[in-house]
């Protein structure tokens, strides 16, 4: 399947609890059109592809290999008060990605890579101060075979 019917997947896996009877809020790329310039709401989450390799032969199979990175910006400032706070973030990250592998039956597999979560970071996104959060480095293995132009070899 192509990432425009997988990756508000991703999105909606990060509507974690924000451990104070909150959300995070998640930025969807395709179902609507909301991807930020700027952050005006903390703690949010922004989903991304930073590379694409395809996998196809003669006959053969036809998969996306897809890896991509999630930011979570959870607070305005880098105050260092919010560091126990900020560390049970990764387990709620880590349950939410092993709990849905398949991204509820689109792909073959979304796994956290072997970078895994790094942080707490101090972050920068568009104007806004500096402030804390973790980026999430995630890997996709998707099925295209059913993409436009491809026919297996039968």
């Not at 997988?6 to 974690?16: K, M, P, Y």
């Not at 973030?89 to 349950?95: D, G, M, Q, S, V």
């Amino acid at each position: 399947m192509s990432i425009e019917l997988w990756i508000d997947r991703i999105t909606r896996l990060w509507e974690i609890s924000d451990g104070n009877g909150g959300k995070v809020r998640s930025f969807r790329v395709y179902e609507r059109d909301e991807f930020p310039e700027s952050l005006s709401q903390f703690p949010c989450a922004i989903t991304y592809i930073t590379r694409y390799v395809p996998e196809y032969s003669l006959g053969g199979p036809l998969k996306g290999h897809y890896t991509g990175r999630t930011e979570f910006h959870l607070t305005a400032s880098v105050s260092k008060a919010k560091m126990p706070w900020l560390m049970l973030f990764l387990a709620r990250i880590r349950n939410a990605a092993a709990g849905h592998m398949s991204l509820w039956g689109t792909v073959d597999h979304f796994l956290l890579t072997e970078e895994g979560i790094q942080g707490p970071l101090q972050m920068a996104y568009g104007n806004e101060e500096p402030h804390l959060g973790f980026v999430v480095n995630w890997m996709v293995k998707a099925d295209e075979a059913g993409e436009v132009g491809y026919q297996p070899k039968i």
